[in-house]
């Protein structure tokens, strides 16, 4: 088992969730919302349907994440002047913030979790992660637009 990647990925994924919800636990805030609030605050005013292609999220799970931020008062849709049918969303100063508050104990979270590999196995495996959500993205459910 231990030399199954896809049980190495998701034991990797509880260890890091966990040291996440250290960080934020006190802030209520999902990993989904966090990277969410993020996207928003770097590309204000996308469309939900943009939004979730940006972070790998479907339209229903991007709609319901939004609408729960908003009523946080954390982001704010607004209709878009050039089709009534979608919302542009926008951080609010709340959000904002705490993007900003929450960037630190994410640092911190992902120095924790990468702290025993040097520094150039850090780069290497970045790279080698990448690579591979990449060139695998159509098998998720929600592919990503772009993969950076």
């Not at 005013?45 to 999220?57: M, S, V």
Request: hydrophobic share 35%; no cysteine.
């Amino acid at each position: 088992m231990y030399s199954r990647p896809g049980f190495l990925i998701r034991r990797l994924h509880q260890i890091n969730a966990g040291m996440y919800w250290e960080q934020f636990l006190p802030h209520n805030i999902t990993p989904v919302q966090y990277g969410v609030l993020t996207i928003v605050s770097r590309l204000p005013g996308l469309d939900q349907t943009r939004l979730g292609q940006e972070i790998g999220l479907d339209r229903t799970t991007t709609a319901d994440v939004v609408k729960r931020l908003e009523h946080r008062n954390l982001l704010k849709r607004i209709p878009n002047p050039d089709d009534k049918r979608s919302r542009l969303v926008h951080p609010t100063a709340e959000g904002q913030g705490l993007v900003s508050e929450l960037e630190e104990k994410l640092t911190h979270a992902q120095d924790k979790l990468l702290s025993p590999l040097r520094p150039a196995e850090r780069a290497i495996l970045m790279d080698l992660m990448q690579r591979l959500v990449k060139a695998n993205n159509q098998y998720s459910r929600s592919v990503m637009r772009d993969i950076r």
